[in-house]
């Protein structure tokens, strides 16, 4: 972990890599001991940080990981990763032989894929790694029925550019209470498993809702991305494991005044104080991610609750306070202080009108993240600095 990278403004997101050990480890052992962990860390982790992620998750006992790009892959394998990578999305054909060099594993489903993938491979190269990706419901990318899933095999069995090392669905909706559409998928894709001839290494179906709500959605792998960062699957059908939120946001106030009745906050004079009020300056705004309709959310400041007054701006944001607090007091907007209050991720996805998963990605990389074990930091990852300066 690169510990020396800098940063220069007082917004940061704390990682807490003791809550993802112990999340990635509590999943890992309440699954069958045969079925693999593979992590998701997909988009920089869901905005932890990929790097620092995939090695913590691999520590903790995940198998392998899962992104949606050759490029996060190949970042991950340039930061020394040796673990087992399945690239979710389809990758150009002609980027096969960077895929089969890296050891990257891809999705197949198409024979014109397939022909091209073939062709672009170069001389020496090691055979792609190729799960059959099957759409049973969930509309995005995949085959569809037993024909078809012949042909395909038949092709890689008998082409040397090629190893079938795994067959794979998604749920569209392992996550809510009602079953049906579920166990449809469930049931069209083990029969497409069955209709194989020889079952590949890794079968795998299961998302965080599947792995932790669904028994019979194992298979031997299973993908699990937002439990392991201790966020809910759903509210819907909440799994029995609760994990530790990993992601806390975190800023400073820069600038402390009172106002008088009658005086107004930010763009559109959009706020007005009815009395005398301590208004605080935070240095965080929507270039950061933290979005203009989160106006009149609470935070935390010095362990007390405050409130955002006014519109958000680009990289500012003011808050009234319960009472005069100095320049550099820590604010806290996701997490806690160790005081009653804490903000929940879910907390934001509701005020925003959204899902868990979108407020960590969100959070951009003008936000450096700062990576802590219990209270020690271990490193920082500044994406706007690439050297100490
Ligand atoms: C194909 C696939 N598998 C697994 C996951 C991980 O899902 P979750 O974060 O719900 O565990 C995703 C996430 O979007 C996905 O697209």
Same mark, same amino acid.
């Given at each position: 972990m690169n510990g020396k990278t800098q940063y220069f403004r007082d917004t940061w997101a704390e990682i807490d890599l003791d809550a993802l050990y112990k999340n990635v480890k509590t999943i890992r052992d309440g699954l069958p001991r045969e079925t693999k962990l593979f992590a998701a860390v997909k988009a920089n982790a869901y905005g932890h940080g990929d790097f620092q992620i995939a090695q913590e998750a691999l520590k903790a006992g995940a198998h392998g990981l899962v992104v949606a790009l050759l490029d996060e892959a190949l970042a991950l394998r340039q930061k020394g990763i040796d673990a087992p990578i399945l690239v979710l999305g389809l990758i150009r054909p002609t980027d096969a032989s960077v895929a089969a060099r890296h050891h990257i594993s891809v999705p197949a489903f198409q024979m014109d894929w397939l022909k091209e993938a073939s062709q672009a491979m170069e001389s020496g190269d090691p055979p792609l790694k190729v799960h059959i990706k099957c759409d049973t419901g969930m509309g995005r990318i995949g085959l569809k029925n037993e024909k078809e899933l012949k042909e395909i095999e038949h092709y890689i069995n008998n082409n040397d550019s090629f190893e079938l090392e795994g067959i794979f669905t998604h749920f569209?909706?392992?996550?809510? +209470?009602?079953e049906n559409y579920y166990l449809q998928q469930l049931g069209a894709f083990k029969k497409l498993v069955s209709s194989l001839e020889t079952p590949p290494e890794y079968v795998h179906a299961a998302n965080s809702a599947g792995a932790l709500c669904h028994n019979d959605s194992m298979f031997n792998a299973v993908r699990v991305g937002i439990a392991i960062y201790?966020? +809910?699957?759903s509210q819907e059908r909440p799994p029995h494991i609760k994990g530790k939120q990993v992601f806390s946001l975190h800023t400073a106030i820069v600038h402390v005044k009172k106002i008088q009745p009658g005086e107004c906050i930010g763009y559109g004079a959009g706020y007005q104080a009815k009395k005398e009020e301590w208004i605080a300056t935070i240095p965080v705004g929507y270039a950061d991610g933290w979005l203009r309709m989160l106006e009149g959310q609470r935070v935390i400041a010095d362990g007390h609750r405050a409130n955002i007054v006014g519109r958000i701006c680009m990289d500012q944001t003011m808050i009234k306070l319960p009472h005069y607090m100095p320049v550099g007091t820590k604010v806290t907007l996701i997490g806690g202080q160790g005081s009653d209050e804490f903000i929940t991720v879910e907390e934001i996805a509701e005020k925003l009108q959204t899902i868990n998963y979108e407020v960590t990605c969100t959070i951009n990389f003008r936000v450096p993240r700062l990576y802590k074990r219990g209270s020690r930091l271990l490193g920082v990852d500044n994406k706007l600095l690439s050297e100490d300066e």
């Open positions: 569209a909706t392992a996550d809510q +209470s009602e201790g966020l +809910s699957t």
